[in-house]
């Protein structure tokens, strides 16, 4: 790859085999027109021949009578060259091609990576809680077969789906694996459902994770928002008349440790949320990224359980095994499969084999029901402690959520002090809050942030904590 | 997991630590307003204590109030229920969710998979010619450093976007690692650049590949086509024309092995159509997945070397490594790199880190020049192979394009005989013929059909191009 770059010409008709003539007559051609600006270096000969299809030595007979006519010249161990004076190809272009018209990032998106502080709001989980080397010794077993697979399931490794849909069934959803869309993470679930909506609006919880509000309106969507308490619950007199006003088509809704604010629905709440849903027209989709965090090794029902198998079910394998395979997942009824599907493969064709089938094989082998288990442990302690670090440290009128487990609570400030304040105090002590305006519709009606005690060690969060709470007392 | 899903609810307001009057006052208002319907679970003592972080005993204390009330029923193994009839939460929902109002997916998509029959017009490159097991030995030696990155960088792993930045500034283009975003294959590639376009409209070669055609549509982008004759290459002038009248932002162009047609585009027709696109405002995105194929070792220019950093430039290590890794990438001028960022993570956060440092080992070890140098070669053979097999076996009339090697050529069928009626002669042998009508933008203006060589061995491949030159007798 060290010499120039070599220009293409066509040579022929089609019809018969090309002679020397035709090349030579081609690069007259092409010099008269502007296609092979002086200094261009030519195909090398071998090339030429095994691109046209040429008997041997064709080319070079061509080469050598277009260097007799003065049109080109060979230069040793360079190549040939269009003659006269020496500007290469790349000065001929005409002009530079314009840019390309873009729409800006959305402005609340947030930079990439946290680097360098203390991230107290992470919905993250600590990397030392995670079955990394695990994941490893099942990738080792994957590969002890000779080779990778060349090919990918565009809906999924196939025992992958599987395995998905009978931990399902154990939980009461009613599905079947060819009801299971296997996707990039969840994101790519809700990107796949959104771009395959007929409707134009969608309903959402307010505040709600900023990634799918944002997916959600970057694909031109209309958002409701309903106003989600997490003190006070869902007030379904409320989303009743926010339905009925708005007139959305479907509701994206996360039941179990609501992001960002830890909420998770009641029984009571999930069977009002159907019989609104039933009686507006209004499809829903549930994210249930939480409740395998909840301790306890039983699931309370799920809206896809209660409503059935109209309600399209998402979930991931990303937070809580491992974020870096990006394994997540989409069940619905059979007959929309295909739409979404083609959204799918429209989208990425289709998912890394290999990432797939490591999680496969980590399910397949039972590790998966042991590692929630003590997840589970361990994201009850860790609640624990930031329950009572709370309890110590916050000055009167601080409130917070008790999810019950989990990774995050709401901490909601008191009245009169600004969040933006709290997170510009804090962010000088290397304490990084992330402010969450994106992940609200409207207005928010919270003064809060989320706080994420599974991404760090109880005496680390502690210590955020502290300088949280030096800060909000300050700013009273 | 075998036990019924227990039901869950809100026990108290916050402020201070619930005690068990609190638990027995929020069972009975809960029952009353029917969110705990009779046979209902309730959460296990464990679990409530924990969740609501109880002193020890307080969950059994208030569930025994409970039934002495008359109100729970505990049952030996099985938990603690709400009394009287034996009803499961489940059969209280209230109705059924309504479905997804979704779009079906494009009428021309194909389905996933061939199955069972000779698919002679595929893109793939048989899997034999595949370093299946070089990677498998990348992937063991990613696997030695003890388990699994947790983490993932949003734009790609960083020394595979460093390898690729390196490749590109050798083949003459001008770009860093962090003008390199990594995608789920080309197709991710694509897909961020339509989903962040500010136009309405971009150009097409007609035809073109089918799913960069219906992935601009789904997402609501009209399309204009510019006429690709694979025999008499491209008319400038009809592009002028056309792209006066329709005005698009953008152009979608695929120079080297062009998808469907096999056809490379001349130095002269690339400055012509950059010419034309910076006289006309069109921003150009070019997809060089076909020229790491051409034979010699070296490379013709690109749009991107002729045109400068405003093209995006767009690449695959997909077909020609392993289609199961899913590895592409776009290249774009820093500018607009956030745009395409923030796209790519509303769409998937991120890719998998396995498959992406997997390549980067492959690319390190320098394993990737001896593959493309041996695939081409390869490739060379079938392509020689095919047209000595196409030469035999066509009748007079048929017509083919001699791209120069590569996976594939277009065969253009006589005057008078039609696609249709081809794929459906050759189907009832074993023969798959990919119908190309979803390639065309507009009327197709070709009567033809893709020939994939890199695909099969040549003598299955003339197996299957005798059934097809016996189909096409039969019809004439």
């Known amino acids: 790859m060290s010499r120039a770059p070599y220009v293409s010409f066509r040579v022929t008709p089609t019809g018969r085999r090309a002679n020397a003539a035709d090349i030579v007559a081609a690069v007259e051609r092409e010099i008269a027109a502007g296609g092979l600006p002086t200094g261009s270096r030519l195909p090398p000969v071998r090339v030429l021949e095994q691109q046209l299809g040429l008997s041997k030595n064709t080319a070079q007979v061509a080469y050598d009578e277009l260097g007799a006519r003065g049109l080109v010249e060979t230069r040793a161990r360079e190549g040939v060259f269009v003659a006269a004076p ?75 789906r599987e395995q998905i849909a009978t931990r399902l069934n154990a939980r009461g959803i009613d599905c079947e694996p060819d009801e299971v869309i296997v996707t990039t993470g969840s994101q790519q679930a809700l990107d796949i459902v959104a771009r395959s909506l007929e409707i134009r609006r969608v309903a959402l919880e307010t505040p709600v994770y900023a990634y799918a509000k944002l997916l959600f309106e970057t694909l031109g969507l209309a958002t409701t928002g309903l106003r989600l308490d997490p003190f006070d619950g869902i007030d379904l007199a409320a989303w009743d008349r926010a339905l009925a006003t708005a007139r959305p088509g479907m509701l994206y809704t996360i039941t179990s440790f609501h992001n960002p604010t830890g909420y998770s629905y009641t029984t009571r709440e999930l069977l ?8 507006h027209g209004v499809a829903i989709v549930e994210d249930d990224w939480g409740s395998d965090m909840l301790s ?36 619905a009824d059979r007959a929309i499969v295909p739409s979404l599907l083609a ?134």
Not at 113 to 141: M, Q, W, Y
Request: glycine share 10%; hydrophobic share 45%.
């Open 272 to 279: 009002g949320v159907l019989e609104l849903c039933a009686r």
């Open 86 to 160: 020496m500007v290469g190809i790349a000065a001929a272009a005409p002009v530079t091609s314009p840019p390309l018209p873009i729409v800006r990032p959305p402005a609340l998106m947030k930079p990439e990576n946290h680097r360098g502080g203390l991230a107290i709001g992470t919905v993250f989980i600590d990397p030392e809680l995670l079955p990394s080397e695990k994941l490893a010794e099942c990738a080792r077993a994957v590969l002890k077969q000779p080779g990778l697979a060349t090919l990918y399931d565009p809906q999924g490794f196939a025992p992958l």
């Open 296 to 331: 306890g090794s039983e699931y309370r029902p799920m809206l896809r359980v209660l409503g059935g198998r109209n309600v399209v079910y998402v979930n991931s394998f990303t937070k809580k095994l491992l974020p870096s395979l990006r394994v997540g997942f989409a069940v």
């Open 343 to 476: 959204m799918k493969r429209l989208a990425t064709l289709g998912n890394v084999w290999l990432s797939e089938a490591v999680v496969a094989e980590f399910l397949a082998r039972g590790y998966y029901d042991g590692h929630l288990a003590q997840l589970q442990r361990e994201l009850d302690a860790r609640y624990a402690a930031c329950l009572t670090a709370l309890a110590e440290l916050m000055p009167p009128g601080v409130r917070w959520t008790t999810p019950g487990g989990g990774p995050t609570l709401w901490l909601e400030l008191p009245r009169g002090v600004a969040v933006e304040a709290v997170v510009a105090a804090v962010a000088r002590h290397g304490v990084i809050i992330d402010e969450r305006s994106a992940a609200f519709v409207g207005e928010p009606h919270l003064t809060g942030f989320r706080i994420g005690y599974a991404a760090h060690p109880p005496e680390t969060l502690a210590r955020g904590l502290a300088i949280v709470a030096d800060a909000i007392r300050a700013l009273m």
